[in-house]
């Protein structure tokens, strides 16, 4: 996504050394060119300037959970209001509104491969954890690494149908297949730190 000078490719214009791939994930680290980039960060700024980045990210939420309502339940922070108004509660809302900061750390870091490298690594921990994947990659882990990666297929779609609600005829193809590269990549980076994890059961100690 980015390089360490504002005028410069953007994300990840070269590849990853050698060195690096045997311990990141099986997931390719996408290239994003220059206009990309731009339409990316033009497009966050729109929504900042507006002040409707947090509502962007509840349409994004409220989309995904049509698509799989069962994901509710993932959500410890507001899953006890499933039934009470979810949209309308603070959990929910203050949810999203952290989700919008972190989406827009990662537009903020574009141009910068470290940072950004850095950020992503840090949520892919935080979902090793709400996941509940373990180091011993058990049965159980196997299962949530799936809904894990089921979970975030489907806020892939969510993401465009939030595109296509928020900004209707507007919503031009780059624009769309821009953030659908952003997002992949995102998603790319958070699951191959979660990947680390991912290795046989340890032999029983005796």
Known sequence: MFSCCKNSA??????????????????????????ETTIIENTW???????????FIEILFKEFFKLDPQAKELFLTFAQDIDEGLYN?????????????????????MRDNLKLATFLSQLGKVHDNIFLIRENYGKEDKENHAKMNEHF??????????????????????VSDAWAKFY??????????VEICNRDPSPPVK
């Open 89 to 109: 509660s603070y959990p929910f809302k203050h949810h999203c509104e952290i989700f919008a900061f972190h989406i827009g750390l990662a537009v903020k870091y």
């Open 45 to 55: 700024n729109e929504l900042k300037e507006g002040d409707k980045q947090n509502e």
């Open 153 to 174: 297929a489907i806020s892939e779609k969510a993401l465009q149908m939030a595109l296509k609600t928020h900004f209707g005829d507007k919503l031009t193809k780059p």
């Open 184 to 193: 992949l990549l995102q998603i790319n980076m958070i699951l191959n730190e």
């Open 10 to 35: 953007a994300i990840f214009a070269e590849p990853a050394p050698e060195s690096s791939k045997k311990k990141m994930g099986s997931r390719p680290i996408l290239h994003m060119d220059e206009e």
